[in-house]
């Protein structure tokens, strides 16, 4: 059996007519840029996320980057984020000339931790940070009700990186729900072809509970152009295509289901492991779901993470990577590195010992989780991880 970590082919087909209806339309319309399917999947994203404005753009880099460039960050500012992500979300902190500052992520979830972002912002007594960078990683959120506290009584904006993410949901104390990217003064979604949300090429979106945030991002995602050819700030080219604001309008009337089949196909993973003598040799850990549990006593169902990732951690984890290549069952690291890591960063700052994201580095390791997978697949995936351990 051959089992990729993602199967967009399986995702296109029954959607295959339509989407290329659609793109004939957008073709024969001769209007490639901006135009109704940019504003139209502008305002379902808007409504989905229960934000004020949604501003397609380029891509998720180009969301955060434009989202920093409308919060003015400037070289010698630094900005808070996890060391645990993709590269985008410290590059475009660097790109603005700014300095990435690190807290350690919490160990189960992966996801920044509160704590030690405290004890970052107490001891930045010159008030030198100027943005919080939280990460909702894997499709779950980050711990947003202390970080929007401690972002309040700093008085320093939150832009999410809800990349992975878009429509994870978070409970805070009150048993209430917000989706992620309408917590923090912005939101940052990728709509590259491995998300949830994906189109047939790059794309991103912003989106604000704040409609002037908004306007400023909408600007400045056209060059800062406002009338046509009058440039009161300086922007980019970060404009979202309508060939990819088409096919994304009919995947997202789909989204739903395939967070669902997702958390399905998540919990298939979790009984089979508990069937095995992995977990309790202390071999393998299944991904924890935080806020599973105030999901199952809510009245309606809900993305408490939409695993845009199934992140297992395991012992002897690049080992097990060559045995399920071996094997013909995709799997990847999400993150071999650590952000503070990177050689790019060399001399820039002094590197930290973050001990959770340094050994979340060395263990972790993502499985297929995609909506179409069946449980014949994964049960061979189990399988052969068991045989791993025990061959
Ligand atoms: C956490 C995170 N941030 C930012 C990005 C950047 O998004 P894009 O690839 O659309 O530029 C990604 C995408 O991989 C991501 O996973």
Not at 1 to 9: A, H, Q, R, S, V
Not at 225 to 235: L, T
Not at 366 to 372: D, G, Q, T
Request: include cysteine; aromatic fraction near 8%; glycine fraction near 6%.
């Amino acid at each position: 059996m051959k089992i990729p970590l993602l199967d967009l082919g399986a995702q296109l087909k029954p959607l295959r007519d339509e989407i290329l209806e659609s793109l004939t339309k957008v073709i024969d319309s001769t209007t490639y840029i901006q135009g109704p399917e940019v504003i139209g999947l502008e305002n379902e994203v808007a409504r989905y996320s229960n934000t004020a404005s949604a501003i397609g753009v380029s891509s998720g880099t180009d969301a955060l980057l434009v989202a920093l460039m409308a919060l003015k960050i400037k070289p010698g500012d630094r900005v808070l984020t996890t060391p645990f992500s993709f590269f985008a979300t410290m590059g475009v902190i660097l790109r603005c000339g700014a300095i990435p500052v690190f807290a350690d992520i919490d160990p189960v979830s992966y996801n920044i931790d509160p704590s030690a972002m405290a004890d970052v912002l107490a001891q930045d007594k010159g008030k030198t940070i100027k943005a919080i960078i939280p990460v909702h990683l894997y499709g779950q959120c980050a711990d947003m009700a202390p970080i929007l506290s401690m972002a309040k009584q700093y008085e320093i904006p939150v832009i999410e990186d809800a990349a992975q993410a878009i429509g994870a949901e978070y409970p805070d104390k009150t048993g209430e729900w917000s989706r992620c990217g309408a917590m923090g003064d912005g939101g940052c979604f990728s709509f590259f072809p491995s998300k949830n949300l994906g189109g047939i090429g790059d794309g991103g979106m912003v989106v604000t509970t704040d409609t002037k945030f908004g306007e400023s991002i909408r600007m400045l995602r056209n060059h800062g152009m406002e009338p046509k050819y009058f440039h009161s700030e300086i922007g980019g080219n970060f404009r979202l295509d309508p060939i990819q604001a088409t096919v994304l309008r009919i995947k997202l009337k789909h989204l739903e289901e395939w967070h669902a089949a997702r958390r399905k196909n998540a919990a298939t993973y979790d009984t089979l492991f508990a069937d095995t003598r992995l977990i309790a040799d202390n071999d393998l850990k299944v991904p924890v779901a935080v806020y599973k549990k105030q999901a199952e006593l809510s009245s309606i169902s809900r993305n408490y993470h939409i695993y845009n990732q199934y992140i297992i951690s395991v012992k002897k984890r690049d080992e097990l990577v060559q045995w399920l290549r071996s094997k013909h069952i995709g799997c990847e690291i999400y993150y071999p590195v650590c952000l503070h890591e990177q050689k790019c960063l060399k001399g820039l700052i002094e590197k930290p010992n973050l001990l959770h994201a340094q050994r979340a580095a060395r263990h972790t390791l993502a499985l297929p989780v995609y909506p179409e997978l069946t449980l014949q697949m994964q049960t061979y995936v189990v399988d052969q991880i068991v045989d791993f351990y025990t061959s």
